[in-house]
């Protein structure tokens, strides 16, 4: 999966504020998160893609906290390293085999990669494998995103479905799927145009 680095970039000042908002609303479900679990916890996000997003979830998060990141994606692994710099940990590695121990993450972070997998039920299996506790997932809200693309005349051809995205859900799809796979839902947050979900892997 190719990152789409355009969305950080070269989003112009809707864009950017569309996203300022994205984040915004991570941090809401972040701050669920009783502060003692995160202290001094394991932290990975996973498709971290050339590490924009990484960059800013740092920001959020306790500095006692070990934060990772990987991305099955050889290009942006090296990316990724690059920006956010060689102390920090990043490595390749795909969703559906994390190189992690079993119960070994406190808090996985899953943000706009399920929507570009074949079998997102797999990779959601192996997120309940190495988590201990939570999972924040963050896809693409449809059709609210097709939609937008149209109206930016973009993937016109496709009706708006932006290359790569092979999953659609609306939010309440969303929870649907994730609560049959075995999640206990925490949060939700709606930012224009994704949803974002903490869910708590059942013991």
Same mark, same amino acid.
């Given at each position: 999966?190719?990152?789409?680095?355009?969305? @950080?970039?070269?989003?112009?000042?809707?864009?950017?504020? %569309?996203?300022?908002? @994205?984040?915004?609303? %991570?941090?809401?479900?972040?701050?669920?998160?009783?502060?003692?679990?995160?202290?001094?916890?394991?932290?990975?996000?996973?498709?971290?893609?050339?590490?924009?997003?990484?960059?800013?979830?740092?920001?959020?998060?306790?500095?006692?906290?070990?934060?990772?990141?990987?991305?099955?994606?050889?290009?942006?692994?090296?990316?990724?390293?690059?920006?956010?710099?060689?102390?920090?940990?990043?490595?390749?590695?795909?969703?559906?085999?994390?190189?992690?121990?079993?119960?070994?993450?406190? %808090?996985? *972070?899953? *943000?706009?990669?399920?929507?570009?997998?074949?079998? /997102?039920?797999?990779?959601?299996?192996?997120?309940?494998?190495?988590?201990?506790? @939570?999972?924040?997932?963050?896809? /693409?809200?449809?059709?609210?995103?097709?939609?937008?693309?149209?109206?930016? *005349?973009? @993937?016109?051809?496709?009706?708006?479905?932006?290359?790569?995205?092979?999953?659609?859900?609306?939010?309440?799809?969303?929870?649907?799927?994730?609560?049959?796979?075995?999640?206990?839902?925490?949060?939700?947050?709606?930012?224009?145009?994704?949803?974002?979900?903490?869910?708590?892997?059942?013991?």
């Amino acid at each position: 999966m190719k990152e789409f680095t355009g969305k @950080y970039t070269d989003s112009g000042k809707i864009g950017n504020m %569309l996203l300022d908002n @994205y984040f915004r609303s %991570l941090n809401i479900l972040i701050n669920k998160i009783p502060k003692e679990e995160l202290k001094n916890g394991k932290i990975l996000e996973v498709g971290c893609g050339s590490g924009y997003s990484t960059e800013r979830i740092k920001e959020m998060l306790p500095k006692s906290a070990d934060f990772a990141a990987s991305d099955v994606e050889k290009e942006n692994v090296k990316n990724a390293r690059e920006k956010l710099g060689n102390s920090f940990v990043v490595t390749e590695e795909s969703a559906y085999d994390l190189q992690r121990k079993d119960k070994s993450i406190d %808090l996985i *972070l899953l *943000l706009e990669v399920m929507e570009h997998l074949e079998y /997102p039920d797999k990779a959601l299996e192996e997120m309940k494998r190495v988590g201990r506790n @939570y999972v924040i997932i963050g896809v /693409p809200r449809e059709p609210i995103w097709r939609i937008l693309n149209m109206v930016r *005349l973009k @993937y016109l051809r496709d009706f708006g479905n932006t290359p790569g995205h092979v999953q659609h859900w609306g939010r309440r799809s969303l929870l649907k799927f994730l609560k049959s796979n075995g999640f206990e839902i925490v949060g939700v947050e709606n930012p224009l145009p994704w949803t974002i979900v903490l869910v708590k892997i059942s013991k």
